[in-house]
């Protein structure tokens, strides 16, 4: 099971970058995914999160209306696309696979397998 | 959003026995997962379901409580452990962190 992030850089505020995240070694297309950022020397921070069909996406406050996750099952792919960048989106970004476990009755949801994360400067 | 507090940053010496505190600002039941992420290194599920082993993790790593408070214990530091462990409620959406607690060697 492995997620490897790429498509991190620097860029300029106020521009654009597409990351991606490839998967392997596990069922793509039977989980839901999400992104989380860490800012330099920070904590862990949840950006977006897509069902595995695709079908339902949801995003952070501060991301609405400038990110969009997708993601290509046949491919085995995740993207998130960020536009109108802004200084405090700089941070290493991981995706992680939403996997979830029966404890007795009630269905328990976690962040399972991650990347290693690509770093996202946004500076001028 | 659920707002989730740890504990602070601690020293600590190998073989110690350990407590983190994490408190959501409301209660979430036992929906309630716990992370330990290594420098520069992606985070790696310990605990889900609060008190659930994930596979392969070692039995000196343990979770309780429910409703708004939690703990991770570890009974006899390794020096593997010296880490920032992150709580995270999955009750209800957007998920969400706690700040991190750093444990470093005293």
């Known amino acids: 099971e492995q997620l490897v992030e790429s498509g991190g850089g620097v860029v300029q505020p106020g521009g654009s970058l597409s990351l991606s995240c490839a998967a392997s070694?596990?069922?793509?297309?039977?989980?839901?995914m999400h992104w989380v950022r860490q800012a330099p020397g920070k904590g862990l921070e949840w950006v977006a999160f897509?069902?595995?069909?695709?079908?339902?996406?949801l995003y952070s406050e501060s991301v609405r209306g400038r990110f969009s996750i997708s993601r290509d099952n046949s491919k085995n792919t995740l993207s998130l696309k960020m536009s109108n960048l802004r200084p405090e989106d700089t941070a290493v970004y991981f995706c992680?696979?939403?996997?979830?476990?029966?404890?007795?009755?009630?269905?328990?949801?976690?962040?399972?397998?991650w990347g290693e994360g690509t770093a996202v400067t946004v500076s001028s | 959003d659920i707002k989730m507090t740890q504990s602070s940053d601690m020293a600590a010496s190998v073989g110690d026995r350990i407590t983190i505190t994490c408190r959501a600002s409301q209660s979430i039941s036992n929906y309630l997962n716990w992370y330990q992420q290594l420098p520069g290194k992606a985070p790696k599920l310990l605990i889900f379901?609060?008190?659930t082993l994930q596979s392969g993790v070692p039995s000196r790593f343990s979770g309780s409580g429910s409703g708004t408070d939690f703990t991770l214990t570890i009974s006899g530091l390794q020096p593997e452990d010296f880490a920032t462990y992150y709580c995270?409620?999955?009750?209800?959406?957007?998920?969400?962190f706690g700040g991190g607690t750093k444990i470093e060697i005293k």
């Open positions: 379901a609060a008190s």
């Open positions: 897509i069902r595995n069909d695709g079908t339902t996406k």
């Open positions: 070694g596990f069922t793509f297309n039977s989980f839901g």
């Open positions: 995270q409620q999955s009750h209800s959406s957007p998920p969400t």
């Open positions: 992680a696979a939403f996997a979830g476990s029966y404890v007795g009755i009630n269905y328990y949801y976690y962040m399972d397998v």
